[in-house]
Structure formats: structure tokens, C-alpha cells
């Protein structure tokens, strides 16, 4: 009998959390992100205890993991600040839908895929992953300013990505297309009535009863999107952007207060994500040629879209090519994002376990990146004359690059 048999479920949970909770911050000393050491945990578990491998509980643990994620992605979205840098970021989104058409092209040609997976796969290899990056600024020797840069960039990135997502998993019936446009769109105008009702007939009677509301609405439009074939995160993250847009009218709905509760809930659900994907993976995944691929691609891509920022940056603002490669370095990791669009391509367009064992060695490398490079902000590049973000809530908050990281 293995030991894992003869240990009780409860005694398993409970050994998983702890695990899952301590582990990962020991090994930070080492520079190790949180989420990668829960993935690798739960590679551990999956191909060598064989356990957690269908449990329904961290399934759904994972769920709510993914789901705070993205409903904090969506709440740290600044619509003035946005609106305030557009023509900057407009151009960086231009240059992010060529590198993703020309990605597409050449995936599509080596490797003989349809449109889709290959639309699948450069949005995989070129998608910051938002939320990832946001929890994990903290730990980085980034100045203030490069960190409201790293989140506008981050954010406005992840907001065109969502939409080339959603609209590349629809099936290719024009029935069925524009019944999951309606869908979605029925979600975002029907959303601000829901808030407005919540606001009107629920909180008077029930005060403080917004965090559970926020959750809750998160999770069902994550569901209603999931059943669309569009996964969770497009209808939590749409929750959290419409939390944001009703910031005034409801102050308590997306304060500070409100951004930082739903966090601290991420923090604790978002490792049973990082676990459940690790626990997904088979050893049959990682042959040599995997490995190869996952290598190339950080050779070849992550040069080249960290010097597509600096050199953007560079042409638009005038600044400092230095300053713009480590506002590159710090958007690289593509964890989340890529970890959910290798499971859609693998359920729903049989990936071969090659392509999926690459995405996967390449998501990983590329996270660990950031965290190598940039612990310690070097001094001198804060004396440089560097054009200033025109964001004043986030640029002016305080350096909190000692704060211990998170997932």
C-alpha cells in the first residue's frame, strides 16, 4: 500500500494546505515565485503520489482561485488613467496585435495548425498575465513609476487579449457566435442594474455585505462564460470592470479597502489554481523535444518583446532604454494566461503533448524571469529624466519593493 492510501482525505487536505501555504514562502528566499513552486507541487503530487488528480474540491478551490484573480485584475483597472496615457498605450497595443499576428503566422506554419489553436497558442506566448503581475509588483525592485507603467501596460494588454479570446473559442456556427455576443453583452448591460439593485434593496438592510456580493456575482458570470466555451476569467474580470465604473456612485463596492480584501482572498485560493494545473500534468508532457521548444521560445520571444517595450518607449518618450527594458521584464511572466489556454487547446483542439509541454516549460521559465533581474532597483536609473506616467493615484504611492512577495 502507498503511503498517500493510508493516510485519511481529511488528514490529506489538511497536510495540501499547509503545503500549499508554507512551502511556497520559505522558498521565496530563493527567488522562487509562489506560483511556481505550487505548480511544481502539484506536478509532484499528480505524477508521483498520483493523488488530488480528480478531487472535486480543489477543483473547485482552483475555481475560486481563478475566478478572485481576475475579479482583482478587473477592479485595478484606472479607466481615467487609461484614458489619460492612450495615445501611449494605443501604440503598444498596436505593437502587441503585430507581434501576435506574426506569431500566429509562424506557429500556424511550423506547425501545420488550424487558425484557431495557432490564434491560441501567440496569445499564450505573447499575453502578460494581469493579475499574476499586479500580486507580484511588490517583491520587485521597481520605482513607483515604473510600476504604474508595468500596470496600465499589464492591464490594457490583458484587456485586448480577453477579447481576441473570447471571439477566436467561438464555434464557427453564425447561430451560435451571435448567441454568446448576446450573451456577453446581455452580461455587461444587465451588470450596473444588478449593482444599482444591490445598492438600493440589499445594502441598507445588510451593511458590509459587499465583499459577498462582489464574490458571488464574480463567480456566476465566470460560469455563465465557462458554459459560453470562454472560461472563467472573461466574466470575472468583466465583474471587477464594472465594480470599477460604479466606484463613485457605490465608494464601498471598489475602495481600497474592498481591492485589498478581494487580494487577500486571491492570495489564499489563487495556489490551488497554480496546484490543480500542476497536478494535471503527465510526465509523458516533457520529452526532450518539449523541453527544446519551451527553451526556444524563451530565447527567441522574450528578447524580443522586452525590446519591443524599451523600444517603443524609447521612439514615444524619449526615454531611457534601460528604464524601458525593465518595465519589459517586469510584464514578461505569461503563467496564468498561458496555463489556461493550454488546457482549452488540449480539451478542445487536442494539442499534442509536445506543443503543450513546451507552453508549459516556457510559461515557467519566462515567470522566474522577473524576479532574478529585477529584486534591486539600481539607484541610478531613478536619476534619469524620464518622461512621468500621468496616473496620480498610482504613481504616487508609496515604494512597497520590501513588501514580502506574493502569489
Known amino acids: 500500500m502507498r503511503w498517500p492510501d493510508a493516510i485519511s482525505d481529511e488528514v490529506q487536505y489538511v497536510l495540501l494546505l499547509f503545503v500549499l501555504l508554507v512551502l511556497p514562502r520559505v522558498l521565496q528566499r530563493f527567488r522562487l515565485p509562489s506560483a511556481i513552486t505550487c505548480v511544481a507541487i502539484g506536478a509532484v503530487a499528480g505524477m508521483g503520489l498520483d493523488i488530488f488528480r480528480q478531487d472535486a474540491a480543489v477543483n473547485l478551490l482552483s475555481i475560486l482561485g481563478i475566478v478572485s484573480l481576475f475579479l482583482f485584475a478587473g477592479l485595478e483597472v484606472d479607466f481615467r488613467g487609461l484614458r489619460r496615457n492612450a495615445p501611449i498605450l494605443v501604440q503598444h497595443l498596436a505593437v502587441r496585435v503585430v507581434l501576435l499576428l506574426i506569431v500566429t503566422l509562424i506557429v500556424r506554419s511550423a506547425f501545420a495548425l488550424a487558425l484557431q489553436p495557432a490564434v491560441l497558442i501567440a496569445l499564450a506566448l505573447t499575453t502578460p498575465s494581469t493579475g499574476f503581475i499586479l500580486d507580484s509588483l511588490g517583491s520587485l525592485g521597481v520605482s513607483a513609476h515604473e510600476r504604474a507603467w508595468v500596470r496600465s501596460k499589464a492591464i490594457a494588454s490583458e484587456l485586448v487579449a480577453l477579447l481576441v479570446l473570447f471571439l477566436v473559442l467561438q464555434p464557427p456556427e453564425v447561430g451560435k457566435v451571435l448567441v454568446s455576443v ?3 453583452g446581455a ?3 444587465l451588470l450596473p442594474l444588478v449593482f444599482r439593485l444591490f445598492a438600493a434593496a440589499v445594502l441598507p ?3 458590509k455585505a459587499e465583499f459577498t456580493f462582489l464574490l458571488m456575482l464574480a463567480v456566476l458570470c465566470a460560469l455563465v462564460t465557462r458554459r459560453m466555451g470562454a472560461y472563467y476569467l472573461i466574466g470575472a474580470f468583466v465583474v471587477g470592470l464594472t465594480a470599477q465604473r460604479f466606484r463613485e456612485r457605490m465608494p464601498a463596492i471598489a475602495s481600497e479597502q474592498m481591492i485589498h480584501a478581494v487580494e487577500l482572498f486571491a492570495s489564499f485560493f489563487v495556489p490551488f489554481y497554480f496546484f490543480h494545473a500542476g497536478v494535471r500534468l503527465r510526465s509523458q508532457d516533457f520529452d526532450l523535444h518539449a523541453a527544446l521548444l519551451g527553451l526556444g521560445g524563451v530565447i527567441v520571444l522574450v528578447p524580443l518583446r522586452v525590446a519591443l517595450v524599451a ?3 524609447r521612439l514615444a518618450l524619449g526615454e531611457p532604454v534601460l528604464k524601458g527594458v525593465r518595465i519589459g521584464i517586469a510584464i514578461i511572466p505569461t503563467l496564468v494566461f498561458t496555463l489556461v489556454i493550454a488546457e482549452i487547446l488540449q480539451e478542445r483542439f487536442g494539442l499534442s503533448q509536445t506543443l503543450f509541454g513546451a507552453l ?9 524571469i522577473p524576479g532574478f533581474i529585477l529584486r534591486v532597483p539600481p539607484p541610478a536609473l531613478e536619476d534619469l529624466h524620464a518622461p512621468q506616467l500621468r496616473l496620480p493615484q498610482t504613481a504616487s504611492a508609496p515604494d512597497d519593493s520590501r513588501v514580502p512577495p506574493k502569489i
Do not use: C, G, S
Not at 360 to 368: A, S
Open 205 to 207: 438592510y445588510a451593511p
Open 187 to 189: 452580461m455587461v448591460a
Open 182 to 184: 448576446f450573451t456577453l
Open 311 to 313: 523600444l517603443h518607449r
Open 360 to 368: 508549459i516549460v516556457y510559461t515557467l521559465l519566462n515567470t522566474l
